[in-house]
């Protein structure tokens, strides 16, 4: 309910312009109760910040018997597509966020979850290498995905028009399945 209440506060008015008692009365809570469970704005903030990099996740992991097992080009093609619309959904989030909190987040934990979203998509790799144009599918598995968060992020920002039609989807998947797909 307060991360909820949050996002919708940030969406709205901005990092800067939110308060603990803007997210309070849009929780329905009092103040007191706020404080009880987070310290501070900014850990409210680093909550909701941690809370996107989850759902970001769960993308991957939502298509990861895919990845593994069909068609790797339709893989790619789902995921970025579904994490696209995760961003999409909540773009004024993303967008108030990489504009004026970027800094806010809990570095290590970002870090950990990129870290298993390069797992997952390295062990779907190697169990195609023989389809792949690069050799150092560890990095490879590391690229894709730094990028394909950094563009959709970015694209919460600068890509309004291509993130909601769907440009941006096509276009990121299109650079991902060059890159790795030997036939492609």
């Not at 995760?86 to 870290?115: F, K, N």
């Not at 490879?140 to 941006?168: C, F, H, I, N, P």
């Amino acid at each position: 309910m307060l991360l909820d209440a949050t996002e919708l506060v940030l969406a709205k008015r901005g990092f800067t312009a939110t308060t603990t008692n803007h997210i309070a009365v849009a929780a329905g809570v009092s103040i007191g109760t706020l404080y009880h469970y987070f310290p501070s704005k900014e850990a409210l903030i680093e909550a909701v910040v941690h809370r996107m990099w989850v759902r970001e996740l769960d993308v991957l992991a939502a298509h990861r018997d895919e990845l593994a097992e069909g068609s790797l080009e339709a893989a790619i093609r789902a995921v970025v597509r579904d994490l696209v619309d995760v961003v999409a959904r909540r773009r004024e989030l993303y967008r108030r966020w990489y504009a004026e909190a970027s800094h806010l987040g809990r570095l290590d934990d970002g870090l950990t979850l990129t870290g298993l979203a390069v797992d997952a998509l390295h062990d779907a790799l190697v169990r195609r290498a023989p389809q792949l144009r690069p050799a150092n599918l560890a990095f490879a598995a590391d690229l894709v995905v730094k990028m394909a968060l950094a563009m959709v992020r970015t694209g919460a920002r600068d890509y309004a028009r291509e993130l909601r039609s769907g440009e941006l989807a096509n276009e990121l998947s299109d650079m991902i399945v060059r890159y790795l797909l030997r036939d492609a």
